[in-house]
C-alpha cells in the first residue's frame, strides 16, 4: 500500500470513529487531538481502527509517537513491511496472576501493576494531588487526606475479592502513582463493583482508557459475569467514557444524584 492510500486509511478510520469531524480540514503537522475532540477511549478506537484496517501491529510502547497525520502515516508506511505482531499487553491476564506492564503516553513511560502494601505512601501522595473537584466525583468526598485506615484498606488488597492496579510514573527518581483501578467482588461471586481515578494532568491522555481495559480483561478472566459502578450524574465525562467502555446506564428514581453503569463481561 503506498503512502496515499495508507493516509486515505487513516482518514477514513479516524472518520469512524468521530464522523462529526470534517478530515479535510486536520493539520498534518499539528498534534492530531488538539484539533479534534478524541478523548482517551476515542483514541484506542482510532489506534485498534487502523490495526484492524490495514493488518498492521501497533504495539502500546509505540503508540506515543504517533501525535500527528504525518507521523501515523510514516509509522504505518514503515511497519507495513514488518511481519505482524500481535500488540503488546493485550493478553488477557491467567486467572492466577495479574498484568503488569510498559506503556508510553506523550513520551513518558508508564507502568501499570499490581497495588502493594508498599504503595501506601504513593496511595496518600496521589490523592493529596488530586483536584477537589477530582476527589469529590472518585470517593464522594472534599477531604484533602484520607485516613491511615483506609489507605491501609486501598493497599493491603488480596488481589482475588480485591483487585487493585496502579499507573506509576518516574518522578525524580521515585514511582509516583498517577492513576489506580480496583473491583471488588460481591457476596455472588458473579459480579464486582470497580472505581477507577486518575491525576488531573493525566486525564484525557489515554491512561484511563489502559487501565480500565486491563481491569475488565482481569475481571473476565477470573469469570466474572458483569461489573458495575456508581457515577455522579453530573459526571459528564465519566458517563461518557463508561458508554464507550460499553456500560449501560441504569437511572435510580429514588436517587437523581447518580448513574449506576453495568457491562457484562
Known amino acids: 500500500m503506498d503512502i496515499a492510500a495508507i493516509r486515505e486509511a487513516v482518514l477514513q478510520t479516524i472518520v469512524a470513529v468521530a464522523p462529526e469531524i470534517d478530515a479535510q480540514q486536520i493539520r498534518p503537522q499539528q498534534p492530531l487531538r488538539r484539533q479534534i475532540d478524541l478523548d482517551s477511549i476515542d483514541w484506542l478506537n482510532v489506534l485498534a481502527g487502523l490495526q484492524e484496517r490495514l493488518s498492521i501491529a501497533i504495539p502500546d510502547e509505540d503508540a506515543g509517537r504517533l501525535?500527528?497525520?504525518?507521523?501515523?502515516?510514516?509509522?504505518?508506511?514503515?511497519?507495513?513491511?514488518?511481519?505482524?505482531?500481535?500488540p503488546a499487553d493485550r493478553r488477557a491476564p491467567a486467572a492466577t496472576g495479574l498484568p503488569s506492564g510498559q506503556h508510553l503516553i506523550g513520551g513518558q513511560a508508564i507502568t501499570v501493576r499490581p497495588i502493594r502494601p508498599d504503595d501506601l505512601r504513593r496511595e496518600a501522595d496521589f490523592f493529596r494531588h488530586l483536584s477537589q473537584e477530582t476527589r469529590y466525583k472518585r470517593f464522594l468526598v472534599t477531604v484533602s487526606e484520607l485516613s491511615e485506615a483506609k489507605l491501609h484498606y486501598f493497599t493491603e488488597v488480596d488481589q482475588v475479592r480485591h483487585v487493585a492496579l496502579g499507573a506509576t510514573v518516574d518522578r525524580d527518581g521515585e514511582a509516583a502513582l498517577v492513576g489506580v483501578a480496583r473491583y471488588i467482588v460481591a457476596p455472588d461471586g458473579g459480579s464486582c463493583e470497580f472505581a477507577i481515578a486518575v491525576d488531573d494532568d493525566w486525564q484525557g491522555s489515554g491512561l484511563a482508557?489502559?487501565?480500565?481495559?486491563?481491569?475488565?480483561?482481569?475481571?473476565r478472566s477470573r469469570g466474572l459475569a458483569t461489573m458495575e459502578g456508581t457515577v455522579l450524574a453530573t459526571n459528564v465525562r465519566m458517563l461518557k467514557f463508561s458508554r464507550q467502555l460499553g456500560f449501560i446506564q441504569q437511572r435510580d428514581p429514588d436517587d437523581r444524584e447518580t448513574v449506576r453503569i453495568v457491562r457484562r463481561l
Open 67 to 86: 501525535g500527528t497525520l504525518d507521523a501515523i502515516v510514516a509509522y504505518l508506511a514503515a511497519r507495513q513491511a514488518q511481519p505482524a505482531a500481535r
Open 209 to 219: 482508557g489502559i487501565l480500565m481495559r486491563t481491569l475488565i480483561d482481569v475481571a
